[in-house]
């Protein structure tokens, strides 16, 4: 039992938070892919401009002595959305709508997007230096221990705080989301661009529009993907720099352009991740008594030492390129 | 459009003049450079900034010849770096007398056993088992290959690390090292040409990352292949080392200086050559297929042309010049760390080089690869200065200095590297030197 | 005043015009028929009304208003509909959906004209859950040709309708298309099925290498012997 409980908080928990993260990241890369047709490379960098944003404004409010029960970054954070979206917004006006107006290939719009996570990330460092942060501040990490004496086992199910949040978080912005998408014009308008954007404009729907909503979606999910990240693990510049490449695959994986297939890549890779460094023998340790003498189990099961953790997202969307590479749910190849 | 009167010596929209102006502007600008930090820094970045020049050469290939888009520079440079590693660091003898041959001789039976399943798997269909069988067989391969693999190469690993920390080089002339480097590059390369040329562009950069980040994982933790974040060096050179001429009674500034500019001639020469023979390359018949293939690859592929075959050329060969741009990096710097091996010094600078100084255009890349790195390298002392001016300007007024200056400044690179892409990309789309247009008639 | 002029329209794609010189006029009464041969500029020339291309010369009038080269969303409101050949229907979206996207640019309670067009293409009000990229060659035209008139246009515009539909369902397309004009919606269409899109037109065009060559009602252009023989094979 306590095993299972092992299980649960190793694997279950840590693959949830980390999967929202990844879903969250995914469908603003997958939004973008499949309304501008290319690949924006900078989704990482603006997670973490979501996420220092979010820290800003926490310092700010906590200055003037504003304090409620729960976490002040996250008190803060659907302001902190707004600003990150309209920053997206800004960036697009200035970095990539000219480069689109000029019919530039997609390649070059990538190399754009290099050139401005550079830029964002040499100005956070710039502005907050290289160091690690807290986004807790003063404030304690409340975790929550489920004490699980009723069902035989002698360890708590451990959750923070903060983890208890971001989940709610996720389900509240994925439902929002999906109805935004099946039940309004625009959303529907987004569908039908990244279905058929010539179509879309002859039958009326302004471009111009959709792109921008795509953009504030995108930034307001980032900076919720970020400030999830940063209070899980910590505050630094190249926070999400890491990540972004597991981002991108959990959107091929899923399908370029699917929302739905970008949050099932997020989780389907979060998982695989955790699975794969979780060590199993401590699964079968139960089981030992019951097994012949000659069948040891090895100290270490895991599938992939904890140094390659990332590079099973990688494995996987090699794989996925090879075996499908529309994706799960078939996205768009071209 | 120029008046006549004015701009006739500067015009810059004739490509060989355009050419001359800027690569001057580069001359002036390394001279400047080496008046203000001396001759051994000049030294040095003209030597490595040639070094970059050769990989953005091999990525002007696969990109400015080819389309393609490989962001595996990283990775390859990398396995370039290793390769001259092994054979030019002196050969650790505790490891040939132990046992640690036999064990990686075994590991690499092992490795072909089941490389030898997995292909035995993929052919099953030959014996009536297809579709989601056959893939659950070639799964099973996989995975038994795998612990087979890993139940060999643990030990091996284990032992060599303990007892004799690395497995050592083979004590051989650099030079031969990095035309190793090369060679391993190419076949790096060719295995992931095989695997992902087929995929659509944008998909073709995603997946080159990952593979590059794998090779950056697993050269990082084969301890006992590369000593990992312990590092190895020093690292042999082909000429004689600052050591060499102080122990001959040179100073020991103009030691550096002839040292450098003595490996910086050699480059030089290796360069011209390369240079030379991918110009003749691309001005003849095989050199105009390719950009046919590029240009429009659907309506090569219907008259005939192996159209994957021939990217997989290209691929292949611009790694070579990767590979060996990454083995003349290690071997210079004397050092081979696979921990400094980041996606944006390496892959993405490289891509910069060639984006900026113009893809398609041999000496679009060279002018590229010296003003990025030039660029790359001035912006940190640079941004010291300016920081530590207002640093006591702010000081003077009461607001303190600016603090973490050099971490600060250091972090500056990164800034200006990305205005400098977004800047370029505005008002220059295709490059400083574009790829000139030929009129084929 | 006619609802839609094209006074000597030239354009294309960049480089070598494809039009030059088009002349075409139309009520909202009539039943344009644009035919003619292999690239004479037939599908280029309802292009260009849309702004989907470049016009270089000439101008494209509608109800008295000059939109030459205007963008295409904004044709919409003013009361002009175009289906392309190719890619006409939104794949991954149902019919109902399709049909809600026509009517993107109107502001007011759109479910008259959803059930008239429903009552027009009774298939589509069965299948109207069903994604349309997975319905057949000839309901998916009807979707196409369902999102067009959901924005209840003065102009419809159709490019090449029958192409690739089984005669049952060109018979109908064609019907579909009387019906329609009867109900006050003026047609210009493209059709490679020149004897039995004539057949029904008011107004006919035969083009050729971007220009015009004749001109007529669609019956007099059917009993025209030069025509016949040129362009109606026989």
Redesign the interface.
């Given at each position: 039992m306590d095993e299972l409980i092992f299980f649960i908080n190793r694997v279950l928990i840590s693959g949830t938070v980390l999967g929202s993260i990844y879903a969250l990241g995914a469908i603003g890369v997958t939004l973008i892919f499949g309304i501008l047709r290319f690949a924006h490379f900078a989704h990482g960098d603006m997670m973490t401009m979501g996420a220092f944003i979010t820290f800003v404004l926490a310092g700010l409010v906590s200055m003037l002595g504003i304090s409620v029960g729960i976490p002040t970054a996250i008190l803060v954070m659907p302001l902190a959305m707004v600003v990150t979206a309209l920053i997206a917004l800004g960036i697009d006006k200035g970095f990539y709508a000219p480069l689109r107006k000029q019919g530039v290939k997609p390649v070059t719009l990538l190399v754009a997007s290099i050139g401005v996570t550079l830029i964002i990330q040499g100005l956070i460092r710039l502005i907050f230096g290289a160091g690690t942060r807290s986004l807790y501040g003063n404030e304690p990490k409340v975790i929550f221990r489920i004490d699980t004496a009723w069902m035989g086992g002698s360890r708590p199910i451990t959750i923070t705080e903060p983890q208890v949040f971001m989940i709610a978080f996720t389900i509240i912005l994925v439902l929002a989301l999906h109805f935004f998408l099946t039940r309004s014009r625009l959303g529907k308008a987004m569908r039908a661009m990244a279905d058929n954007a010539d179509l879309a404009q002859i039958s009326g729907i302004n471009t111009a529009v959709v792109v921008r909503i795509t953009w504030l979606i995108a930034g307001a999910l980032a900076c919720v993907a970020g400030t999830m990240l940063a209070l899980d693990v910590a505050l630094m510049p190249d926070l999400a720099f890491n990540i972004v490449l597991p981002i991108f695959a959990a959107a091929i994986v899923g399908g370029l352009g699917q929302v739905y297939g970008a949050i099932a890549g997020g989780f389907l890779i979060a998982f695989a991740e955790t699975m794969s460094v979780f060590n199993w023998s401590t699964m079968l340790r139960p089981f030992k008594d019951i097994m012949p003498s000659w069948l040891a189990i090895p100290d270490n099961l895991a599938l992939v030492p904890t140094e390659y953790k990332l590079t099973v997202a990688f494995v996987i969307l090699v794989i996925t390129l090879l075996a499908r590479p529309t994706g799960i749910f078939k996205g768009a190849s071209t | 459009m120029s008046t006549a009167s004015e701009s006739r010596w500067f015009d810059l929209d004739n490509p060989v003049k355009r050419g001359v102006i800027l690569f001057a502007g580069i001359f002036i600008l390394i001279f400047v450079v080496g008046l203000i930090q001396g001759g051994a820094n000049a030294g040095l970045l003209l030597s490595q900034a040639l070094a970059y020049a050769l990989i953005a050469l091999g990525l002007n290939i696969q990109w400015g010849y080819g389309g393609l888009?490989n962001f595996a520079i990283m990775g390859l440079m990398m396995v370039g770096g290793t390769a001259v590693m092994l054979v030019s660091v002196p050969v650790n003898q505790s490891f040939w007398a132990g046992e640690g041959p036999m064990m990686l001789g075994r590991a690499f039976l092992a490795f072909l056993v089941g490389l030898l399943l997995v292909l035995a798997a993929r052919r099953v269909d030959r014996i009536g088992i297809k579709g989601g069988w056959r893939v659950a067989v070639i799964a099973l391969a996989w995975f038994a290959g795998y612990v087979i693999y890993r139940s060999q190469i643990d030990p091996a690993a284990a032992y060599i690390e303990t007892n004799n920390g690395f497995v050592g080089g083979l004590g051989l002339n650099p030079v031969l090292g990095w035309l190793l480097g090369g060679v391993v590059a190419a076949v790096i390369a060719y295995i992931i040409g095989r695997?992902?040329l087929g995929?659509?562009?944008?998909?073709l950069?995603?997946?080159t990352?990952?593979?590059s980040?794998?090779l950056r994982?697993l050269v990082?933790?084969m301890d006992w292949l590369t000593r990992g974040t312990q590092t190895v060096s020093p690292i042999p050179w082909p000429v004689p080392l600052p050591q060499d001429y102080q122990a001959d009674g040179v100073p020991i500034v103009e030691s550096f200086i002839y040292a450098r500019f003595g490996f910086f001639a050699l480059l030089l020469v290796i360069f011209a050559a390369i240079f030379w023979l991918v110009q003749r390359a691309y001005g003849g018949p095989w050199g105009r297929m390719m950009r046919a293939i590029r240009d429009n690859h659907i309506a090569a592929g219907s008259m005939g042309k192996n159209v994957t075959g021939r990217q997989l050329e290209l691929f292949v060969l611009g790694s070579i010049l990767i590979g060996m741009g990454g083995a003349i990096l290690v071997t210079f710097n004397q050092i081979f760390d696979p921990s400094s091996y980041q996606p944006?010094n390496h892959t993405?600078v490289v891509?910069?080089m060639v984006?900026v100084g113009g893809a398609g255009n041999n000496w679009g890349a060279l002018l590229g690869a010296m003003l990025i790195y030039i660029v790359w390298i001035i912006s940190d002392p640079l941004a010291q200065v300016i920081f530590v001016n207002i640093s006591n300007w702010s000081q003077s007024m009461g607001w303190g200095a600016i603090?973490?200056i050099d971490?600060?400044a250091l972090?500056?690179?990164?800034?200006?590297?990305?205005?400098?892409?977004?800047i370029a990309?505005?008002y220059a789309?295709k490059g400083l030197l574009p790829e000139v247009m030929r009129r084929e008639s | 005043m006619a609802l839609i002029e094209l006074k000597s329209l030239v354009g294309g794609y960049g480089g070598v015009p494809i039009l030059n010189g088009v002349n075409i006029a139309i009520e909202q009464s009539d039943i344009g028929v644009i035919v003619g041969p292999n690239g004479a500029g037939k599908s280029t020339t309802l292009k260009a009304i849309f702004g989907l291309l470049k016009v270089t010369s000439g101008a494209v009038v509608f109800d008295g208003a000059d939109i030459t080269n205007a963008q295409p969303d904004k044709l919409v409101p003013r009361g002009l509909s175009f289906v392309p050949q190719e890619k006409n229907v939104f794949t991954s979206m149902s019919v109902e959906e399709n049909l809600e996207m026509g009517a993107f640019t109107r502001a007011d309670d759109y479910m008259p004209t959803l059930k008239w067009v429903y009552d027009m293409f009774p298939p589509l009000l069965e299948k109207r859950h069903q994604k349309a990229g997975e319905l057949s060659g000839g309901q998916r035209q009807m979707v196409a040709m369902g999102r067009a008139l959901m924005s209840k246009p003065r102009l419809l515009m159709l490019d090449e309708p029958s192409a690739g539909l089984s005669p049952r369902y060109v018979i109908e397309i064609f019907e579909q298309i009387v019906k329609i004009n009867k109900s006050g919606v003026g047609i210009l269409m493209v059709e490679q099925n020149a004897r039995q899109a004539l057949a029904f037109a008011s107004k006919g065009f035969v083009l050729a290498g971007g220009q015009n060559r004749f001109t007529g009602t669609g019956a007099e252009l059917i009993a025209d012997p030069e025509v016949a023989k040129s362009f109606l094979g026989g």
């Amino acid at each position: 039992m306590d095993e299972l409980i092992f299980f649960i908080n190793r694997v279950l928990i840590s693959g949830t938070v980390l999967g929202s993260i990844y879903a969250l990241g995914a469908i603003g890369v997958t939004l973008i892919f499949g309304i501008l047709r290319f690949a924006h490379f900078a989704h990482g960098d603006m997670m973490t401009m979501g996420a220092f944003i979010t820290f800003v404004l926490a310092g700010l409010v906590s200055m003037l002595g504003i304090s409620v029960g729960i976490p002040t970054a996250i008190l803060v954070m659907p302001l902190a959305m707004v600003v990150t979206a309209l920053i997206a917004l800004g960036i697009d006006k200035g970095f990539y709508a000219p480069l689109r107006k000029q019919g530039v290939k997609p390649v070059t719009l990538l190399v754009a997007s290099i050139g401005v996570t550079l830029i964002i990330q040499g100005l956070i460092r710039l502005i907050f230096g290289a160091g690690t942060r807290s986004l807790y501040g003063n404030e304690p990490k409340v975790i929550f221990r489920i004490d699980t004496a009723w069902m035989g086992g002698s360890r708590p199910i451990t959750i923070t705080e903060p983890q208890v949040f971001m989940i709610a978080f996720t389900i509240i912005l994925v439902l929002a989301l999906h109805f935004f998408l099946t039940r309004s014009r625009l959303g529907k308008a987004m569908r039908a661009m990244a279905d058929n954007a010539d179509l879309a404009q002859i039958s009326g729907i302004n471009t111009a529009v959709v792109v921008r909503i795509t953009w504030l979606i995108a930034g307001a999910l980032a900076c919720v993907a970020g400030t999830m990240l940063a209070l899980d693990v910590a505050l630094m510049p190249d926070l999400a720099f890491n990540i972004v490449l597991p981002i991108f695959a959990a959107a091929i994986v899923g399908g370029l352009g699917q929302v739905y297939g970008a949050i099932a890549g997020g989780f389907l890779i979060a998982f695989a991740e955790t699975m794969s460094v979780f060590n199993w023998s401590t699964m079968l340790r139960p089981f030992k008594d019951i097994m012949p003498s000659w069948l040891a189990i090895p100290d270490n099961l895991a599938l992939v030492p904890t140094e390659y953790k990332l590079t099973v997202a990688f494995v996987i969307l090699v794989i996925t390129l090879l075996a499908r590479p529309t994706g799960i749910f078939k996205g768009a190849s071209t | 459009m120029s008046t006549a009167s004015e701009s006739r010596w500067f015009d810059l929209d004739n490509p060989v003049k355009r050419g001359v102006i800027l690569f001057a502007g580069i001359f002036i600008l390394i001279f400047v450079v080496g008046l203000i930090q001396g001759g051994a820094n000049a030294g040095l970045l003209l030597s490595q900034a040639l070094a970059y020049a050769l990989i953005a050469l091999g990525l002007n290939i696969q990109w400015g010849y080819g389309g393609l888009f490989n962001f595996a520079i990283m990775g390859l440079m990398m396995v370039g770096g290793t390769a001259v590693m092994l054979v030019s660091v002196p050969v650790n003898q505790s490891f040939w007398a132990g046992e640690g041959p036999m064990m990686l001789g075994r590991a690499f039976l092992a490795f072909l056993v089941g490389l030898l399943l997995v292909l035995a798997a993929r052919r099953v269909d030959r014996i009536g088992i297809k579709g989601g069988w056959r893939v659950a067989v070639i799964a099973l391969a996989w995975f038994a290959g795998y612990v087979i693999y890993r139940s060999q190469i643990d030990p091996a690993a284990a032992y060599i690390e303990t007892n004799n920390g690395f497995v050592g080089g083979l004590g051989l002339n650099p030079v031969l090292g990095w035309l190793l480097g090369g060679v391993v590059a190419a076949v790096i390369a060719y295995i992931i040409g095989r695997i992902c040329l087929g995929l659509r562009t944008d998909y073709l950069a995603i997946a080159t990352i990952g593979i590059s980040e794998i090779l950056r994982a697993l050269v990082k933790n084969m301890d006992w292949l590369t000593r990992g974040t312990q590092t190895v060096s020093p690292i042999p050179w082909p000429v004689p080392l600052p050591q060499d001429y102080q122990a001959d009674g040179v100073p020991i500034v103009e030691s550096f200086i002839y040292a450098r500019f003595g490996f910086f001639a050699l480059l030089l020469v290796i360069f011209a050559a390369i240079f030379w023979l991918v110009q003749r390359a691309y001005g003849g018949p095989w050199g105009r297929m390719m950009r046919a293939i590029r240009d429009n690859h659907i309506a090569a592929g219907s008259m005939g042309k192996n159209v994957t075959g021939r990217q997989l050329e290209l691929f292949v060969l611009g790694s070579i010049l990767i590979g060996m741009g990454g083995a003349i990096l290690v071997t210079f710097n004397q050092i081979f760390d696979p921990s400094s091996y980041q996606p944006i010094n390496h892959t993405f600078v490289v891509w910069v080089m060639v984006i900026v100084g113009g893809a398609g255009n041999n000496w679009g890349a060279l002018l590229g690869a010296m003003l990025i790195y030039i660029v790359w390298i001035i912006s940190d002392p640079l941004a010291q200065v300016i920081f530590v001016n207002i640093s006591n300007w702010s000081q003077s007024m009461g607001w303190g200095a600016i603090p973490e200056i050099d971490s600060r400044a250091l972090q500056m690179r990164v800034f200006i590297l990305g205005v400098i892409i977004t800047i370029a990309l505005r008002y220059a789309p295709k490059g400083l030197l574009p790829e000139v247009m030929r009129r084929e008639s | 005043m006619a609802l839609i002029e094209l006074k000597s329209l030239v354009g294309g794609y960049g480089g070598v015009p494809i039009l030059n010189g088009v002349n075409i006029a139309i009520e909202q009464s009539d039943i344009g028929v644009i035919v003619g041969p292999n690239g004479a500029g037939k599908s280029t020339t309802l292009k260009a009304i849309f702004g989907l291309l470049k016009v270089t010369s000439g101008a494209v009038v509608f109800d008295g208003a000059d939109i030459t080269n205007a963008q295409p969303d904004k044709l919409v409101p003013r009361g002009l509909s175009f289906v392309p050949q190719e890619k006409n229907v939104f794949t991954s979206m149902s019919v109902e959906e399709n049909l809600e996207m026509g009517a993107f640019t109107r502001a007011d309670d759109y479910m008259p004209t959803l059930k008239w067009v429903y009552d027009m293409f009774p298939p589509l009000l069965e299948k109207r859950h069903q994604k349309a990229g997975e319905l057949s060659g000839g309901q998916r035209q009807m979707v196409a040709m369902g999102r067009a008139l959901m924005s209840k246009p003065r102009l419809l515009m159709l490019d090449e309708p029958s192409a690739g539909l089984s005669p049952r369902y060109v018979i109908e397309i064609f019907e579909q298309i009387v019906k329609i004009n009867k109900s006050g919606v003026g047609i210009l269409m493209v059709e490679q099925n020149a004897r039995q899109a004539l057949a029904f037109a008011s107004k006919g065009f035969v083009l050729a290498g971007g220009q015009n060559r004749f001109t007529g009602t669609g019956a007099e252009l059917i009993a025209d012997p030069e025509v016949a023989k040129s362009f109606l094979g026989g």
